[in-house]
C-alpha cells in the first residue's frame, strides 16, 4: 500500500529564504507527483506536475524534483515571501491510474 | 486547465440528515474524484465518478454512505447520508481533463458541520 510522507510538519521561516520541503513514498511505482498548495479554509491549488520519466519541473520561484528510484520529491522553495505562506501536499498517482495518494502536508509560515 | 465550482461551499446539517454536493466543472474532462478531509489531516479519496455508471469506491466507502452520481462529463454530484459529528469534513471535488498523465484540479470545497 503507498505511503506518502512530508517532513517537515510544519516549517516557520523569516522572508528571503530559501527553502526546501520534502516528500517520500514507498512504492516508485507511480505515474506522477503533484506538489500543491492549500490555503486556509480553501481547496488546493496546483503547483508542479512531475511525470515518472522526469527529474524537475520548474514555475517562478518553484522547482520541484523526482527521483523515483529512491521514493523521494522536493519543493525548492526561493526567496520566500509572506504570501507563500500554506500548506503544501505532495500526491502520487499509482501507475496506470488517476487516483492520487497525498501526503501529510508541510504547513509554511513565512514571516515578514 | 479546468475551473471547477462547488455548491454549498459550506453547511451546517443535524444529525440523521443528508446533503447533496454539486461539482461542475467549466469544461469536458475524463475523470471525476471526490476526497475527504478530515480536520487537521490530508486529503483522502472517496470514489472516482465515472460517466453514466456506478462510481468506484475506494476501501472504507460504500455506495448507500455516499451515492455519487456523473450524468455528464461536466458535472457530478456526492450525497452524504445519514450524518453523523464524524462526517464533519471539507469534501473536494476534483477533476482530471485528460486522463491519468495530466494535472489534476481541485474545486474550493463544501465544509461541512454535522451537530
Known amino acids: 500500500k503507498q505511503e506518502v510522507t512530508q517532513i517537515p510538519a510544519a516549517l516557520s521561516v523569516p522572508e528571503g529564504e530559501n527553502l526546501v520541503l520534502n516528500c517520500s513514498f514507498t512504492?516508485?511505482?507511480?505515474?506522477?507527483l503533484q506538489w500543491f498548495r492549500q490555503d486556509p479554509g480553501k481547496g488546493l491549488t496546483s503547483l508542479l506536475l512531475?511525470?515518472?520519466?522526469?527529474r524537475e519541473q520548474t514555475s517562478g520561484r518553484l522547482n520541484a524534483s523526482l527521483d523515483k528510484s529512491s521514493g523521494r520529491s522536493t519543493l525548492y522553495i526561493a526567496a520566500s515571501q509572506p504570501g507563500d505562506s500554506a500548506t503544501y501536499l505532495c500526491a502520487v498517482s499509482a501507475y496506470n491510474t488517476d487516483k492520487l495518494i497525498f501526503g501529510t502536508g508541510t504547513r509554511l509560515q513565512v514571516f515578514p | 486547465s479546468a475551473v471547477i465550482s462547488q455548491k454549498p461551499s459550506r453547511d451546517i446539517c443535524q444529525r440523521g440528515t443528508s446533503l447533496t454536493i454539486q461539482c461542475q466543472v467549466d469544461s469536458q474532462v475524463t475523470m471525476m474524484f471526490w476526497y475527504r478531509q478530515q480536520p487537521g489531516q490530508s486529503l483522502t479519496l472517496i470514489a472516482t465518478a465515472n460517466q453514466g455508471s456506478e462510481a468506484t469506491y475506494e476501501s472504507g466507502f460504500v455506495i448507500d454512505k455516499f451515492p455519487i452520481s456523473r450524468p455528464n462529463l461536466t458535472f457530478s454530484t456526492l450525497t452524504v447520508s445519514n450524518m453523523s459529528p464524524e462526517d464533519s469534513s471539507i469534501y473536494l471535488c476534483?477533476?482530471?481533463?485528460?486522463?491519468?498523465?495530466?494535472?489534476?484540479?481541485f474545486g474550493p470545497g463544501t465544509r461541512l458541520t454535522v451537530l
Open positions: 512531475i511525470q515518472s520519466s522526469q
Open positions: 512504492d516508485s511505482a507511480i505515474y506522477n
Open positions: 476534483s477533476a482530471s481533463p485528460s486522463g491519468y498523465t495530466d494535472t489534476q484540479y
